[in-house]
């Protein structure tokens, strides 16, 4: 018999293995209608399933051969936490910064909220500062 959190769990590796394939569509249909983002250096949540596909847009048009590890993944209740490992090369614009072609990888934490078979809630915490070290042009004079 497969336990709730085995379920959520299976859900969030179908999600990662959308995004990482590009299938933004398939990883649409995993979220409610009504999913919310709680993302870092925002006052507010974000709402809806439109602001998670820009995002996830934007990182693949930066970061197209964008793999994703998932190094631990436990679930409780309607709750599942993701230890995750991003790594790809830079090949697009992404925020101020011009592509690079440079290597990178960043680690993230993340939670998720499950609501039936669908994914209705997410706190991430992705280490930005070390993915912006590792694509800012280097300081004049070096």
């Not at 497969?2 to 979220?31: F, H, P």
């Not at 409610?32 to 847009?57: M, S």
């Not at 910064?97 to 934490?109: D, E, H, K, N, P």
Request: charged share 20%.
């Amino acid at each position: 018999m497969t336990t709730t959190a085995e379920k959520n769990m299976a859900l969030l590796r179908a999600a990662y293995q959308s995004l990482e394939s590009g299938d933004l569509d398939a990883c649409v249909e995993l979220l409610t209608d009504d999913f919310i983002a709680n993302v870092p250096g925002l006052p507010d949540p974000l709402h809806g399933r439109e602001v998670w596909r820009q995002g996830a847009q934007a990182m693949l048009e930066a970061f197209p051969d964008l793999k994703i590890d998932v190094q631990d993944m436990f679930g409780a209740g309607d709750k599942v936490t993701v230890l995750v490992h991003f790594h790809g090369t830079h090949q697009g614009a992404f925020q101020q910064f011009a592509a690079t072609g440079r290597q990178v990888a960043y680690r993230s934490i993340e939670v998720y909220r499950i609501e039936g078979d669908q994914i209705a809630e997410e706190w991430v915490a992705p280490d930005m500062l070390s993915l912006m070290q590792q694509i800012a042009p280097a300081p004049a004079g070096h």
